[in-house]
């Protein structure tokens, strides 16, 4: 079960999908206007960046749902040394207390440090492009777009809300 959550850990912190999106996402306003406009369209900075936002958005929730078979593994590891350590003299019962102790560490450590990454991130998302396109190709596209990030952003926080909930009841 160890290696399980390890491998998932670890193919979530190594996915380049997201890397490499923040970085289109940075730059596709100079490469759309390396084109001519009616080649793409005057909509295409626009959905450049919306198309930009959604596959953000996939890899993102891909990634909580590797969290979430985490959380389900640590869960049944915790139920695991609940038994075991329930064997053993009381001065040795914590010597099995990695998926128990989890949850308090989760809250107090982890939490924090990605919730300020997810702020900068979402930051990112919501201003570069808006500013963008309110310079490049006008308001209305700016609000169109900022909308959109709106949109994609309250359905990743809920699954990320339902994600985090779901992981206290099993504490």
């Not at 390396?34 to 919306?50: D, H, K, N, S």
């Not at 102790?101 to 570069?128: D, G, K, N, S």
């Amino acid at each position: 079960m160890g290696d399980k959550c390890d491998s998932y850990s670890r193919s979530s912190f190594e996915d380049f999908g997201l890397l490499f999106s923040t970085g289109a996402m940075a730059a596709w306003v100079p490469v759309s206007a390396q084109f001519p406009e009616a080649a793409l369209g005057r909509w295409a900075p626009l959905t450049g960046f919306v198309a930009i936002l959604f596959f953000i958005a996939i890899v993102g929730t891909r990634t909580l749902a590797k969290q979430a078979l985490v959380q389900y593994y640590l869960a049944n590891l915790a139920r695991v040394e609940a038994s075991v350590a329930s064997r053993l003299p009381p001065n040795d019962a914590d010597a099995f207390a990695f998926a128990r102790r989890w949850p308090q560490w989760q809250a107090t450590h982890y939490e924090p440090l990605m919730q300020r990454f997810l702020l900068l991130f979402a930051i990112f998302l919501a201003f570069v492009p808006t500013g963008a396109l309110a310079v490049g190709s006008g308001a209305l596209q700016a609000a169109v777009y900022f909308g959109c990030f709106l949109v994609v952003g309250g359905i990743y926080g809920s699954a990320a809300g339902r994600l985090r909930g779901a992981a206290m009841a099993d504490a």
